[in-house]
């Protein structure tokens, strides 16, 4: 049974950082496309970033390039991502997604604070 179980959200303060992690089961991570989506309140879910199964990543919210990373620990079965110099606008719920076939994780909450 395919599953993904996102952690590491919280609350904290403008500036500082958060990594958020994705454990996957299952499946093997490594051998899929995944992603990062993250959805704010009222608006729509947004595309943050990728990681292929070769390992190419992309991060496509223009709003996080240079502050996010997106990885992954083959041994773990898990993926991050690394959010720094967080600010009030990445407030939102933040999802792992493998891309194909689409399964999703149940999200986590990621609050800043002025």
């Known amino acids: 049974q395919v599953q993904l179980v996102e952690s590491g959200g919280g609350l904290v303060q403008a500036g500082g950082s958060l990594r958020l992690s994705c454990a996957a089961s299952?499946?093997?991570?490594?051998?899929?496309?995944m992603a990062w989506h993250r959805q704010a309140p009222g608006k729509e879910r947004e595309l943050v970033a990728t990681i292929t199964s070769g390992g190419v990543t992309t991060i496509f919210a223009d709003s996080v390039k240079g502050r996010f990373t997106i990885s992954r620990d083959n041994a773990k079965n898990t993926l991050y991502l690394q959010m720094n110099s967080l600010k009030p606008e990445d407030t939102a719920i933040y999802y792992c997604r493998r891309l194909w076939p689409a399964s999703w994780g149940q999200g986590t909450q990621v609050t800043i604070s002025s």
């Open positions: 299952g499946f093997t991570l490594s051998t899929y496309d």
